[in-house]
């Protein structure tokens, strides 16, 4: 099973960007599709983006669209969350996953990390 390790959280101004990093190591990294999912406090765990196992498919929910990009690099077992024009409400942990499923189905990610806490202040 793939481990995953999320870096590059903090606390940034409302405005800024942020990129996280998710390193994965013990599985064929080209056989996961990735995913970002974000939890605040008192609230559910949010399906935020992913990307295929190939980085050609890639799904945002609505309210990071325009402002998140997921990425991967294949070569160094590496996905990224690029995240600009940052909002309070994105404040969250956010948690790599990995899935041997479909890339957009929430319920396929098995796999996960322990969490970077991103703060936006107004």
């Known amino acids: 099973q793939v481990q995953l390790v999320e870096s590059g959280g903090g606390l940034v101004q409302a405005g800024d960007s942020l990129r996280l990093s998710c390193a994965a190591s013990g599985g064929t990294f080209t056989l996961y599709a990735m995913g970002w999912f974000r939890q605040a406090p008192g609230k559910v765990r949010e399906f935020t983006a992913a990307?295929?196992?190939?980085?050609?498919?890639?799904y945002y929910r609505d309210s990071v669209k325009g402002r998140f990009t997921i990425s991967r690099d294949n070569r160094k077992n590496m996905v990224y969350l690029q995240m600009n024009s940052l909002k309070p409400e994105d404040t969250a942990v956010y948690y790599c996953a990995a899935s041997e499923g479909y890339y957009s189905d929430p319920e396929d990610y098995r796999s996960w990390g322990q969490g970077t806490q991103v703060t936006v202040a107004s």
């Open positions: 990307i295929s196992w190939s980085g050609n498919f890639t």
